[in-house]
């Protein structure tokens, strides 16, 4: 370009462009002073790229698109050009001509097919094999499998490192583990699809074994993924099957459910489309599982349906010596679908679910049959306390514990010592409960087992929080929250939520109780999970019921009891029938909160649910008092503080017997009124519960003549 300087100025203006400028001497003015100014040009940087790409091509801007699809086609325009400004304008250029700009910018226009085969013209043959091989690796790759495809081409100096000077390659990430990225993304693509479909095909079958090798020795889902892409480019279809599940398992032992989904998704159609049935059974599985964790239970029964219907379609010959092959997997689907049901307090559909998948597999049948059978088993125990038989679940526990540990499978341990802890507490055995629990919490965090810690640290905190130790239930729970937000299981942190607010409604803390209640409610409700919704709902309508809220406590209890129609377990309709007596009693409906109470024994007692079996004996208590029974309600009393005192579930007998005290003053025993008042007293002060002295009965006609009575109450 040549101007006209301003008028009273001498000489031109002389402007030059090219890719290489160089002069033996610069040029001097009249006073020896260089005349000449130099400016290199670099790529643009991803911002500068992007501002350009989004004023020349209106459609990026004017609404045609969402802005988050606008955004994603500017990055991946900007990567491939690379932030070359020549790329950039035969790109825009291209999308200005065509009758769709969006679909024009997503492809690589034929002018820049023409300028890179240009550039590459111009290499050695060596260059352009090591380009090709690189194009095949994809946009960025470690330079070890570049070296382990030409290791003959090493003897000197690496071929690529020529490549980097000229600007078709980059050091993404320096040594030692360097990787290298193509300069821009539009050269990889000319490069890739210049190859005949026989040469991608020898490409890819040389690159497979590498990262497989690679992905073998370091587990990477990442890898593992690019492993089945290089396979499927190979014509292997099973392979690429095969690492795809493995790339999408990976990703969900580590937490990224929609990178996982994804992966799952890809797996299970390759695997439908050419028959592969196991491994769609198992792409299935993995789907079901990522639903249940996030709490989409129904979606998660879709899944576990659909894999048994796969493994279904395995041919006949797969069965050797009288066993199935695939009873492994055959039993994993079967506990996971159990496990579902669970959850949403069907534990009469998820025994004959695990009773079905342990008779598949033999105790002294191979290492993967054993300890699928360990699972099922510790899974079979946590559904037999729910359908109200502790002793038997007890036995299963411990089977499975005693199998895990003599075979050193340290995550099936730990599982079977959450279970066995949750099981000893429910029987009131409180000291072998926090031991067992505290065991396996150290066991599945130090092999990182996130989702068995929580589930640890949820058992250990509800013991704790029975015994009354609220701060280490609070730490407990928190532990617990941590590791279920890490996992993104959000069933538990709804429970872990729940059992906040039970530590909140101990404490008398009846506000935040109430609100934490209410929260997990809504999570429960979130995910269809009934059982969950029933506990929260009745704990909910106790905190109201305790402030007075006597109409809302009973339309919270009402949708408990909705939802408890949806599920069955017995244990839950025992602690709903309690709930239903404490606020007959509230709204004094004597006769109704003593027939309620009793009906809530009967069903707590054939549960075999002695915590529930506790707490109807002191509801039922606490009516006959009510209704003038003294006699009658001190003996209910005294044997729900028998069962508290064994159970160490010292809240409630410290409750209790300020309900005995009542029992004692109105059949005119008043110096025991007076003695276990002050003991009931005491030990709530101790527990940090002084809220709930306010809530110690003193019957109206013993008030005068039991000064002392009162004054143990005032402190």
Request: aromatic share 4%.
């Amino acid at each position: 370009m040549i101007d006209q300087r301003d008028a009273g100025a001498s000489g031109l203006l002389v402007a030059l462009a090219g890719r290489e400028l160089t002069v033996d001497a610069p040029p001097r003015g009249g006073d020896g002073k260089s005349s000449r100014t130099v400016i290199q040009l670099g790529p643009l940087s991803p911002d500068a790229a992007e501002e350009l790409l989004r004023k020349a091509v209106p459609a990026l801007t004017d609404g045609t698109m969402e802005s988050a699809a606008s955004a994603e086609l500017c990055r991946k325009i900007v990567e491939r050009s690379g932030g070359d400004p020549l790329f950039l304008d035969l790109m825009v250029r291209a999308a200005r001509q065509a009758r769709d700009p969006t679909v024009a910018l997503m492809a690589v226009p034929d002018t820049l097919y023409g300028l890179v085969q240009a550039r590459l013209d111009a290499l050695s043959p060596q260059e352009q094999e090591t380009l090709h091989l690189a194009a095949a690796l994809r946009m960025r790759f470690a330079e070890r499998w570049l070296a382990a495809l030409q290791p003959a081409a090493q003897e000197m100096a690496p071929p690529w490192r020529v490549l980097e000077a000229h600007g078709f390659l980059e050091e993404l990430t320096p040594p030692p583990g360097r990787e290298l990225k193509f300069r821009s993304g539009a050269i990889q693509e000319v490069l890739y699809e210049s190859l005949l479909q026989d040469q991608r095909r020898k490409i890819h079958a040389r690159i497979a074994p590498i990262l497989s090798r690679e992905a073998e020795e370091q587990p990477e889902a990442q890898l593992e993924e690019a492993a089945a892409w290089h396979w499927r480019g190979a014509g292997d279809e099973r392979q690429a099957i095969r690492w795809t599940l493995l790339a999408a398992e990976r990703a969900a032992c580590l937490y990224e459910g929609s990178e996982a989904i994804r992966i799952f998704d890809e797996a299970l159609a390759n695997a439908v489309r050419t028959t592969e049935w196991e491994m769609a059974a198992r792409a299935a599985l993995g789907l079901g599982d990522l639903c249940r964790h996030r709490g989409d239970f129904g979606l998660a029964l879709g899944h576990y349906e659909a894999a048994l219907g796969h493994l279904d379609q395995v041919p006949q010959e797969a069965v050797v010596n009288g066993s199935m092959t695939d009873a492994p997997l055959r039993a994993r689907i079967l506990r996971s679908r159990a496990r579902a049901h669970a959850l949403t307090g069907g534990a009469a559909a998820a025994a004959p679910l695990l009773a079905e998948a342990i008779a598949f597999l033999s105790p002294d049948g191979s290492p993967d049959a054993r300890r699928e059978r360990a699972r099922c088993q510790v899974e079979q125990a946590h559904t037999l306390l729910d359908l109200g038989q502790p002793e038997t679940a007890a036995r299963a526990g411990e089977e499975a514990l005693a199998a895990s540990e003599s075979a050193g499978w340290n995550s099936e341990a730990a599982a079977a010592g959450a279970a066995l802890g949750r099981i000893y507490d429910a029987l009131g055995r409180w000291p072998e409960a926090e031991a067992e629990l505290r065991r396996a919490a150290a066991r599945a965090e130090d092999c990182g087992e996130r989702s068995i810690a929580s589930v640890c640290n949820i058992n250990l905190g509800n013991g704790l929080r029975t015994a009354g130790r609220f701060s280490e239930s609070l730490a407990a729970y928190q532990k617990a929250l941590i590791w279920a937000e890490q996992s993104r299981d959000v069933e538990k942190e709804a429970l872990i939520w729940l059992n906040l607010g039970a530590v909140h409604l101990s404490r008398g803390d009846w506000t935040l109780a109430e609100r934490t209640f209410r929260a997990a409610r809504a999570d429960f409700e979130a995910m269809a999970h009934h059982l969950g919704v029933t506990v929260a709902g009745c704990n909910l309508c106790d905190t109201l019921r305790l402030v007075g809220r006597i109409d809302e406590a009973g339309g919270a209890l009402d949708a408990a009891a909705e939802s408890l129609n949806r599920i069955e377990a017995p244990f839950v309709s025992a602690h709903l029938m309690v709930c239903r007596a404490e606020l007959a009693l509230a709204r004094g409906d004597l006769a109704g909160a003593a027939d309620l109470s009793r009906e809530a024994l009967r069903l707590a007692k054939e549960s075999s649910y002695e915590s529930g079996v506790r707490s109807s004996q002191r509801a039922l208590g606490r009516a006959m008092l009510e209704s003038g029974d003294a006699a009658g309600a001190a003996r209910q009393l005294e044997e729900a503080i028998r069962g508290f005192d064994d159970a160490d579930e010292r809240l409630d007998a410290a409750l209790s017997r300020a309900d005995l005290a009542a029992a004692r003053a109105g059949g005119g025993d008043h110096s025991a009124a007076v003695a276990l008042l002050e003991q009931a007293a005491a030990e709530i002060r101790r527990l940090g519960a002084d809220p709930w002295l306010e809530k110690i009965p003193i019957p109206a006609q013993e008030r005068a003549p039991c000064d002392g009575y009162r004054a143990s109450l005032e402190g």
